[in-house]
């Protein structure tokens, strides 16, 4: 099946630094990819829709130049946490749709995600 | 809140019983997804119905979709330890948007 490579899988970095996460679709394009955070135990919040080509668009109350998102290539999403505070610290799932989905059809394929923990 | 809601929150069964879970959604979808969720990892599709569908069967699992009372249930037959997970339901509206339910972590006993 698809598969959704999410990279790195774990990140540790200091307060104020900026983390970059990596989304790629390796056997699929995807002109949408969305970023998730998750809480332990909770579940998955939809930070933002990715869409190549264009600005992102992002849920309410996600800060747009907190995480900055950015789909440059049709296999390729990036998720930059800007200025890391503890409270940034999560596990964020990135998605993809292939392009069989643009109509709201098809499966969503999950990358493994990224634990960040910002000390 | 964007959450829609399973329940129950926590199930525990034994090796060789079914698994019954339950999800709501609040708006007007075209499809429903389940998912599998292990610890610290990504999810994992199971089953896509839409919303023209009752039910669909997948090997060991029954999804089933009530577009009037927006509720799916997932069953689980004859559960495995293997099974052990998180399961969530996801509503995608026609515009491509999922919405997550809160999960549901499944305990089977050996």
């Known amino acids: 099946g698809a598969v959704v490579s999410q990279h790195p899988s774990r990140v540790i970095c200091k307060s104020g630094t900026s983390v970059k996460i990596e989304c790629r679709s390796l056997?699929?394009?995807?002109?949408?990819m969305f970023w998730y955070r998750q809480f332990p135990k909770k579940s998955l919040m939809l930070m933002a829709t990715?869409?190549?080509?264009?600005?992102?668009?992002?849920e309410q109350g996600v800060e747009k130049d907190k995480f900055l998102i950015n789909h440059a290539s049709l296999t390729l999403s990036t998720l930059t946490v800007t200025s890391a505070h503890p409270e940034d610290s999560s596990f964020y799932i990135c998605?993809?749709?292939?392009?069989?989905?643009?109509?709201?059809?098809?499966?969503?394929?999950f990358g493994e995600g990224s634990r960040l923990t910002v000390l | 809140s964007q959450q829609g809601e399973e329940d129950p929150q926590a199930l525990s069964i034994q090796e060789g019983e079914n698994a019954t879970m339950n999800c709501s959604y609040k708006?007007?979808?075209?499809?429903l997804q389940w998912y599998r969720q292990n610890s610290g990892r990504g999810l994992v599709h199971l089953i896509l119905?839409?919303?023209?569908?009752r039910e669909k069967h997948s090997g060991r699992l029954r999804v089933t979709l009530d577009t009037s009372k927006k509720s799916s249930s997932l069953l689980i037959t004859a559960s495995r330890a293997a099974d052990t997970a998180s399961y969530f339901c996801?509503?995608?509206?026609?515009?491509?948007?999922?919405?997550f339910g809160d999960g549901t972590t499944l305990t089977v006993k050996p």
């Open positions: 998605s993809a749709r292939d392009l069989r989905g643009l109509a709201g059809d098809g499966e969503l394929f």
């Open positions: 056997d699929f394009q995807a002109t949408t």
């Open positions: 990715s869409n190549e080509g264009s600005k992102a668009t992002y």
């Open positions: 708006t007007s979808i075209n499809n």
């Open positions: 119905i839409r919303s023209n569908e």
């Open positions: 996801a509503s995608c509206t026609n515009a491509g948007k999922s919405t």
